[in-house]
């Protein structure tokens, strides 16, 4: 079984500030994990996705997030909120194990950036 | 490189009817899934597939179907329409089934039931 749970469905930050979307995800196999962001009536766009590669994952728009196996966490990072970063994020992700494992998504979180 | 297509984007129907929606994945894709978003629910799966055969089923009633033809494109149907079934349905594409696999989505459909 696997779960995603994002803490926060609502954030708001200041144009500049740090951005912490969180995400604690519960699998029970090594997991693959993903952050998407959708923004006002489009689909999902990939920002990173943690493979087991590395623990610190660098994506799209200057965002990042770090795999902590020990706290079951992926939560995402920006240093600097920019007004175009307003937009919905979902945490999700895939048992490693063989098989077809389906993607399960959090239930999102939307982020305000105020000017 | 085209991205995922689906049509039609906005579509308005009256409880009881049906519907098809259909989605083109990016070229080279074997596997697409489908999901159900609204506001209240959020994201659910609906079902996967890969080489035209349904790989995994979320948990949705049986009035929700899905195929995909031999060119990987791939439709899903809703009979017996209900209010609850408006939603954005999102259709999504990726190299096959494996885990650790990029899924990309398309711009969704619009449903709204009447």
């Known amino acids: 079984a696997q779960s995603v749970t994002q803490l926060g469905s609502h954030v708001s930050v200041s144009e500049g500030a740090l951005v912490l979307l969180r995400c604690n995800y519960s699998?029970?196999?090594?997991?693959?994990l993903f952050w998407y962001v959708q923004y006002p009536n489009q689909g999902l766009q990939l920002l990173l996705k943690?493979?087991?590669?590395?623990?610190l994952v660098k994506g799209i728009n200057g965002f990042e997030a770090e795999f902590k196996k020990s706290e079951t966490s992926f939560h995402l990072t920006k240093p600097s909120a920019h007004m175009s970063d307003a937009a919905e994020y979902f945490c999700?992700?895939?048992?490693?194990?063989?098989?077809?494992?389906?993607?399960?998504f959090g239930t999102g979180t939307k982020l305000q950036v105020i000017p | 490189k085209a991205g995922v297509t689906q049509t039609p984007r906005y579509l308005i129907k009256t409880r009881g009817q049906q519907v098809t929606l259909s989605c083109s994945p990016i070229?080279?894709?074997?596997?697409v899934s489908w999901y159900q978003q609204t506001p209240g629910q959020g994201l659910q799966f609906l079902f996967e597939?890969?080489?035209?055969?349904?790989?995994n089923k979320g948990n949705f009633p049986g009035r929700f179907s899905g195929r995909q033809f031999s060119n990987s494109r791939s439709e899903m149907n809703v009979s017996t329409l209900e209010l609850g079934d408006s939603a954005l349905y999102l259709c999504?594409?990726?190299?096959?089934?494996?885990?650790?696999?990029?899924?990309?989505f398309g711009e969704g459909s619009w449903l709204t039931v009447v």
């Open positions: 999504a594409s990726s190299l096959d089934t494996g885990p650790g696999n990029t899924i990309y």
């Open positions: 699998s029970s196999v090594p997991p693959y």
């Open positions: 943690y493979t087991s590669a590395a623990t």
């Open positions: 999700a992700v895939r048992g490693g194990s063989g098989g077809y494992q389906k993607v399960t």
């Open positions: 070229s080279g894709h074997r596997s």
């Open positions: 597939y890969f080489s035209e055969t349904q790989r």
